[in-house]
Nanobody
Framework: VQLQASGGGLVQAGDSLRLSCVVPGRLFNYNPMGWFRQAPGKEREFVSGIGWSGVSTLYADSVKGRFTISRDNAKNTVYLQMNSLKLEDTGKYYC???????????????WGPGTQVTVSS
């Protein structure tokens, strides 16, 4: 199952965006969910993750204080609220599922095509 992220777009530095990812129930239930991004010419990197209950969260240092991850278990949806966007936040954003909450890329699966976020000056 590929997870479809949505909500990307072209914004100016300092703006906000909210990404969403609707996940099939059998995958969503009891699994941590996370967001990664990949800029052109760079490797995919961890952005944020959230545990099943929503209590435990992880953030990359580069987004701490600006991004907030959340999940609505009734809607099988995970969100990434991105505020104070910077040029370096530009990239394709992907949501994924994992067996545990970790920033390790190789433990996340079910990548879909991602959603493009472009931040301009």
């Amino acid at each position: 199952v590929q997870l479809q992220a949505s909500g990307g777009g072209l914004v100016q530095a300092g703006d906000s965006l909210r990404l969403s990812c609707v996940v099939p129930g059998r995958l969503f239930n009891y699994n941590p969910m996370g967001w990664f991004r990949q800029a052109p010419g760079k490797e995919r990197e961890f952005v944020s993750g959230i545990g099943w209950s929503g209590v435990s969260t992880l953030y990359a240092d580069s987004v701490k204080g600006r991004f907030t991850i959340s999940r609505d278990n009734a809607k099988n949806t995970v969100y990434l609220q991105m505020n104070s966007l910077k040029l370096e936040d530009t990239g394709k954003y992907y949501c994924g599922a994992a067996g545990r909450l970790t920033p390790a890329l190789d433990e996340w699966t079910n990548w879909g095509p991602g959603t493009q976020v472009t931040v301009s000056s």
